[in-house]
């Protein structure tokens, strides 16, 4: 009796190793079925439809079937098969894996490990005024960071405009730098801006990389004067010292004082 579809299935098949005395477990059938093409999975439909037309309790029939569902036997899976070599199951999952809420998501298989210990920032300490104070001080920063962000809103205690002195470690020598000016702070101009209802917002970026190495500062504020005028105010900085980290910042009123309601914000980066 002729059998033209089997004939078209094991003529796919060609070249596909093959031991006469191997047991047929739905595992290899998988695995024979994994390796072909789309053509080979249209083949294998007319397949099931033939061994289906003898009753579901034919063997192969099944075997087919539970593969193609995942329905995998006991004990089928050698302890090669679940390891993590390349080409495996285990490997195989993990690269073409995606994220079922979010399939957009690209994983960390497509763009390499991710560390363990992820460069993520963290509020080092906030301080908001209840009153007028002439000096605000961030003490004790612990060691390590290698970035830190100062945000500040400032508010003047008067109707005059003045500015916030930023200092590290109390030092107050002329060892800032504004290109090759020597200076003995950062100047965050128009920090306090006059009037009762105007405010200034100040962005400050630090890097604190390596004891041995300058620290570079960039300043960037906006502020309302009190005509309700914005303005901007960006600036670059370097402080030389090369012994240090950073472990203290103090912020000082040019005049006067910084004002009630002026909040500061310092976050570092390991």
């Known amino acids: 009796m ?18 006469l005395n191997s047991v047929l477990s739905p595992a290899k059938v998988w ?3 994994d390796a072909q093409s789309e053509e080979v999975r249209v083949f294998t439909n007319s397949l099931i439809d033939l061994l289906n037309s003898t ?3 034919n ?10 569902l995942g329905q995998i036997t006991d004990g089928s899976l050698t302890d090669v098969k679940l390891s993590d070599e390349a080409g495996q199951i285990k490997d195989r999952l993990t690269t073409h894996s995606i994220n079922v809420s979010n399939p957009h998501l690209v994983t960390t298989t497509q763009i390499g490990a991710i560390p363990s210990t992820h460069e993520t920032w963290e509020k080092i300490a906030e301080q908001t005024l209840s009153s007028a104070v002439a000096q605000v001080d961030f003490e004790n920063i612990p060691s390590g960071y290698k970035n830190f962000k100062l945000m500040l809103e400032g508010r003047a205690d008067v109707d005059t405009t ?4 930023l200092i ?16 003995t702070y ?3 101009n128009f920090a306090l801006p006059k009037s009762s209802y105007a405010f200034s917002f100040y962005n400050v970026q630090i890097s604190n990389f390596n004891a041995s190495q300058q620290k570079v500062i960039f300043t960037d504020g906006i502020y309302q004067d009190g005509s309700a005028v914005n303005d901007r105010n960006s600036s670059n900085y370097t402080w ?3 012994v240090d980290e950073i472990s203290k910042m103090s912020l000082i009123a040019t005049s006067n004082l910084i004002g009630i309601g002026s909040r500061f914000v310092l976050w570092g980066c390991k």
């Not at 063997?59 to 193609?68: D, F, G, K, Q, R």
């Not at 003045?162 to 002195?165: N, T, V």
């Open 31 to 33: 695995e024979k079925l």
């Open 59 to 68: 063997w192969l029939y099944t075997a087919i079937v539970n593969a193609i």
């Open 55 to 57: 009753g579901e309790d």
């Open 240 to 242: 030389v010292n090369t």
């Open 168 to 183: 590290f470690n109390d030092d107050t020598g002329g060892n800032y730098r504004a290109a090759s000016i020597s200076l």
């Open 2 to 19: 002729a059998y033209p579809k089997m004939g078209e299935i094991t003529d796919k098949f060609v070249g596909q190793p093959y031991d």
């Open 186 to 188: 950062v100047n965050l």
């Open 162 to 165: 003045a500015g916030i002195k």
